[in-house]
């Protein structure tokens, strides 16, 4: 009897110790879920965390990239970007695509060829950085003259995986003004030194031409001359008086010097020039005329600068004169606004001067016939502004010409 009121106690027992068991697994379960729960909600805030982070650094890299964009679009040099071994164009900026002439959307063989070359004679591995060279390329029918300057572009991932990366980086700058620059800087050394030159050899051949000059007029004089001999004076003359006048030209036009000035009677040194002129005018057979009504006026004025401006003009008119032709100086008093002024004009029955050329007449070099180096005018028009006068021309093509001078009296 006693055993079978024990039983029930005893399973009584083992279920309240079940349940007692269960409720701690429970509590324990509970809470494990709730650490599991704090945990999952630290993760998801890490997360979150690093997600913001994340963005915030996509937006970084995208607004560097379109800033960087910005900036190459921008940049007065020109930027490209190839692959050398695949040759394909990566990236062109605006300004390679102008000083290229090719679109954005260019391919490798929209390239220059020079361009192509180029960068092919140094797509090797071995290109160092910062390797720069010159190319010449066509556009528009004009000549450029291009600064490329090569990086290499070099992957991290690709160094690691063994393979060096094939991308150029090009920096292109047009370098065609400082290119023209240079050449006209070398020309300009070249011109300086013929001109100390022909200043050196025309000083040294100046003295041996008066020698001729005195010698040729005693020559002149001789009365035991034949007409061939006195024909054969006059054109040795000629000759003389024509080399003196391209010599003093030189001197005049490269070392100027200081002008004598005084007051002068215009009519005399006219007079006096024009028959030092004259046996050039007999050996061409142009009859050479002067019709002078200066009444002694006077002008402030350098005799020697005055008689090579005369010779200058005679000799012009007399290259374009032909034979039969007539050279006619007049010179006459005018009344100006700016007070009584002298006129002095130069008429020959020449062929004449082109329209088109007559704006470039006194400039230096210019010669219509190119057997000249082009400085009698040019020496003519310096020596009328340091008598503080004027130059003026006018001309019929196939009529003549006149020069007209003006020169301020006293």
Same mark, same amino acid.
Do not use: Y
């Given at each position: 009897?006693?055993?079978?009121? *024990?039983?029930?106690?005893?399973?009584?027992?083992?279920?309240?110790?079940?349940?007692?068991?269960?409720?701690?697994?429970?509590?324990r379960l509970e809470d494990t879920h709730r650490q599991l729960h704090d945990e999952v909600a630290e993760l998801r805030s890490q997360l979150e965390e690093r997600n913001r982070?994340?963005?915030?650094?996509? %937006? *970084?890299?995208?607004? @560097?990239? #379109?800033? &960087?964009?910005?900036?190459?679009?921008?940049?007065?040099?020109?930027?490209?970007?190839? +692959?050398?071994?695949?040759?394909?164009?990566?990236?062109?900026?605006?300004?390679?695509?102008?000083?290229?002439? #090719?679109?954005?959307?260019?391919?490798?063989?929209?390239?220059?060829?020079?361009?192509?070359?180029?960068? +092919?004679?140094?797509?090797? *591995?071995s290109c160092s950085h910062g390797h720069e060279q010159e190319i010449l390329v066509e556009k528009?029918?004009?000549? !450029?003259?291009?600064?490329?300057?090569?990086?290499? @572009?070099?992957?991290?991932?690709?160094?690691?995986?063994?393979?060096?990366?094939?991308?150029? #980086?090009?920096?292109i700058s047009d370098v065609t003004a400082h290119r023209n620059a240079e050449q006209e800087r070398e020309k300009s050394r070249n011109i300086i030194a013929l001109a100390e030159m022909a200043t050196v050899l025309a000083h040294e051949i100046r003295n041996p031409l008066g020698t001729l000059e005195l010698?040729?007029?005693?020559?002149?004089?001789?009365?035991?001359?034949?007409e061939e001999s006195k024909r054969c004076v006059q054109h040795l003359r000629a000759g003389v008086r024509s080399l003196s006048a391209t010599v003093n030209n030189v001197l005049c036009f490269h070392n100027p010097g200081t002008q004598q000035m005084c007051p002068l009677d215009l009519g005399s040194v006219l007079k006096g020039s024009i028959e030092f002129v004259r046996p050039l005018a007999q050996? +061409?057979?142009?009859?050479?005329?002067?019709?002078?009504? &200066?009444?002694?006026?006077?002008?402030?004025?350098?005799?020697?600068?005055?008689?090579? @401006?005369?010779?200058?003009?005679?000799?012009?008119?007399?290259?374009?004169?032909?034979?039969?032709? %007539?050279?006619?100086?007049?010179?006459? !008093?005018k009344a100006m606004a700016s007070g009584q002024t002298a006129v002095v004009e130069f008429a020959d029955t020449g062929s004449g001067i082109r329209p088109e050329d007559l704006p470039h007449i006194?400039?230096?070099?210019?010669?219509?016939?190119?057997?000249?180096?082009?400085?009698?005018?040019?020496?003519?028009?310096?020596?009328?502004?340091?008598?503080?006068?004027t130059v003026n021309v006018r001309s019929q093509l196939g009529r003549g010409t006149i020069f007209s001078l003006q020169f301020p009296v006293l």
């Amino acid at each position: 009897m006693q055993a079978v009121m *024990e039983a029930p106690k005893m399973a009584e027992r083992q279920l309240v110790d079940a349940f007692t068991a269960f409720i701690g697994a429970a509590d324990r379960l509970e809470d494990t879920h709730r650490q599991l729960h704090d945990e999952v909600a630290e993760l998801r805030s890490q997360l979150e965390e690093r997600n913001r982070a994340l963005a915030s650094s996509v %937006a *970084e890299t995208e607004r @560097m990239r #379109v800033l &960087l964009r910005q900036i190459l679009d921008a940049s007065p040099c020109g930027v490209a970007v190839l +692959k050398t071994r695949s040759e394909e164009v990566v990236l062109l900026n605006p300004e390679a695509c102008r000083l290229l002439d #090719v679109p954005e959307s260019a391919r490798w063989r929209d390239l220059p060829g020079s361009l192509q070359t180029a960068v +092919k004679a140094v797509g090797g *591995e071995s290109c160092s950085h910062g390797h720069e060279q010159e190319i010449l390329v066509e556009k528009d029918g004009r000549r !450029l003259w291009l600064a490329i300057r090569h990086s290499r @572009m070099t992957s991290p991932i690709e160094e690691t995986g063994g393979v060096a990366s094939s991308c150029l #980086v090009l920096i292109i700058s047009d370098v065609t003004a400082h290119r023209n620059a240079e050449q006209e800087r070398e020309k300009s050394r070249n011109i300086i030194a013929l001109a100390e030159m022909a200043t050196v050899l025309a000083h040294e051949i100046r003295n041996p031409l008066g020698t001729l000059e005195l010698l040729t007029g005693c020559l002149a004089g001789d009365p035991g001359l034949g007409e061939e001999s006195k024909r054969c004076v006059q054109h040795l003359r000629a000759g003389v008086r024509s080399l003196s006048a391209t010599v003093n030209n030189v001197l005049c036009f490269h070392n100027p010097g200081t002008q004598q000035m005084c007051p002068l009677d215009l009519g005399s040194v006219l007079k006096g020039s024009i028959e030092f002129v004259r046996p050039l005018a007999q050996q +061409k057979g142009v009859e050479l005329t002067l019709r002078e009504a &200066l009444n002694s006026a006077q002008i402030s004025g350098d005799s020697n600068g005055l008689r090579q @401006m005369i010779l200058n003009l005679a000799c012009n008119a007399l290259r374009h004169t032909q034979a039969g032709g %007539a050279i006619t100086v007049t010179a006459a !008093l005018k009344a100006m606004a700016s007070g009584q002024t002298a006129v002095v004009e130069f008429a020959d029955t020449g062929s004449g001067i082109r329209p088109e050329d007559l704006p470039h007449i006194f400039k230096v070099g210019f010669s219509t016939t190119g057997q000249t180096p082009g400085l009698g005018l040019t020496v003519c028009q310096r020596i009328m502004e340091q008598h503080n006068g004027t130059v003026n021309v006018r001309s019929q093509l196939g009529r003549g010409t006149i020069f007209s001078l003006q020169f301020p009296v006293l």
